[in-house]
């Protein structure tokens, strides 16, 4: 996912000879920029919205912006664009937030920031063997660290905030898709349910957190020890308890509850947890019986299970 260095236009933008002061036509319109951390996936995205019908720049110079956007306004081809911008302008990134603000005056901009953890951009760049665009004289998370101080106001200022560290690049692609894809979905929220076992740390990521060591532990019978929570007799066993289908019950309920709210205030993905002591058993089985209770009820889910099979 390290970004590409070319600009990369992808039809011909018609240039008007009248000035953008004196044209009082109404323009629609419409400009995302895409913006972030170096690895974090932005030519992906980039491909996302040209595989939308986006008019697709990659590393256009931040001091053309404000031209690209009057000619985009004026053009009666192009409605809706998108261009990456990142750390590879140096020192002329610094004009972004000024600039962002004069261009919504021109067209209706939308500002995406991609980040990831340390750990899986580092991953990332092990695996495509290329250097950190600030420089190879220093390690990757060195720069890294250089690269989220420069890009700290930028990402103050972002319309939308996207950690790609839960996707792969398939999944990225298809959540940026489904996020501005016209016919939007009143459900468009990518939820991830997590097993883990409290004994192996709790998930950095988690947005919403349940221990369910309260319900009965498999592990302490003979048969079911070597076993997870997919498997059916296990599942059956967690769930002959009354507390473990009126625990189900309520949290399904509760989240199908809270997820319209979380969309409303504009977030695109939520990671929900339940934790039990070894990850194995009980938090497997609630995870699975919970993320089918929220596909069915129209989401799209990913049921992770962290620490199953160990």
Do not use: W
Not at 28 to 51: P, Q, R, Y
Not at 157 to 176: G, Q
Not at 257 to 281: M, R, V
Request: proline fraction near 6%.
């Amino acid at each position: 996912m390290a970004p590409r260095k070319s600009v990369r236009p992808t039809k011909h933008v018609p240039v008007s000879t009248s000035h953008p002061a004196h044209d009082n036509r109404q323009h629609h319109g419409e400009l995302v920029i895409i913006t972030g951390m170096s690895g974090s996936g932005k030519a992906s995205v980039l491909k996302a919205f040209e595989d939308l019908g986006y008019y697709c720049v990659d590393n256009l110079p931040v001091g053309l912006i404000p031209r690209f956007a009057e000619l985009v306004g004026q053009s009666s081809e192009i409605e809706r664009t998108a261009l990456v911008v990142d750390v590879r302008e140096g020192a002329q990134l610094e004009a972004l937030p000024t600039i962002v603000k004069s261009v919504k005056h021109i067209l209706p901009t939308k500002v995406i920031f991609l980040e990831a953890s340390d750990a899986v951009i580092i991953r990332r760049y092990s695996e495509t063997r290329r250097p950190h665009p600030l420089g190879t004289n220093a390690s990757v998370k060195t720069s890294l660290a250089e690269e989220r101080r420069h890009l700290k106001p930028i990402r103050a200022i972002a319309d939308m905030v996207i950690d790609t560290s839960k996707f792969n690049v398939h999944e990225l692609r298809a959540h940026v898709t489904e996020r501005f894809q016209k016919q939007e979905s009143d459900k468009n929220i990518l939820v991830s349910v997590v097993s883990f076992g409290f004994k192996h740390g709790v998930p950095e990521d988690a947005d919403l957190l349940f221990d369910v060591r309260f319900l009965p532990n498999p592990h302490f019978i003979p048969e079911f020890r070597p076993l997870t929570g997919r498997d059916p007799k296990v599942a059956k066993y967690i769930k002959s308890f009354p507390q473990t289908k009126e625990f189900i019950q309520r949290i399904s309920e509760l989240l199908i509850y809270l997820l319209p709210h979380y969309i409303h205030e504009g977030k695109s993905y939520l990671t929900i947890a339940f934790g039990c002591t070894g990850g194995q058993h009980r938090s497997v089985m609630i995870a699975e019986d919970v993320g089918k209770r929220l596909h069915k009820a129209g989401y799209r889910v990913k049921v992770v299970h962290r620490d199953s099979p160990r």
